[in-house]
């Protein structure tokens, strides 16, 4: 499975942006769906995930109430919903999917088993 990141850009503090990760050779039904970001000098840290069945969803508390994950089965495709974003939200965004994971498991990176190559975003303060 190939996954490929977009949507990112440049935004201003407070404004909005929405993520999209297209999946393409392979199915995403029965995958678990995340978002992961990266800032330099950090480590990859983990944004938001969608369970394999599509119904729970979970999110770091840095993002709550402000980021929403869904996902399109039909389309191979899932998406981040990103809202009142300011600068420390700044990073280069992975999409990742991940066929055996468990709920406890969706939060590590080395869960996932296919990756995106990331798309930047960048908010302006």
């Known amino acids: 499975v190939q996954l490929q990141a977009s949507g990112g850009g440049l935004v201003q503090a407070g404004g909005s942006l929405r993520l999209s990760c297209a999946a393409s050779?392979?199915?995403?039904?029965?995958?678990?769906l995340g978002w992961f970001r990266q800032s330099p000098g950090k480590e990859r840290e983990f944004v938001a995930a969608?369970?394999?069945?599509?119904?729970?969803?979970y999110y770091a508390d840095s993002v709550k109430g402000r980021f929403a994950v869904s996902r399109d089965n039909a389309k191979r495709t899932w998406y981040l919903q990103m809202s009142r974003l300011d600068f420390e939200d700044t990073a280069v965004y992975y999409c990742a999917a991940g066929a055996r994971i468990i709920t406890s498991s969706l939060g590590r990176p080395s869960a996932y088993d296919y990756w995106g190559p990331g798309t930047l975003v960048t908010v302006s303060s």
């Open positions: 050779g392979g199915t995403i039904i029965g995958h678990a």
């Open positions: 969608i369970a394999r069945s599509g119904g729970a969803t």
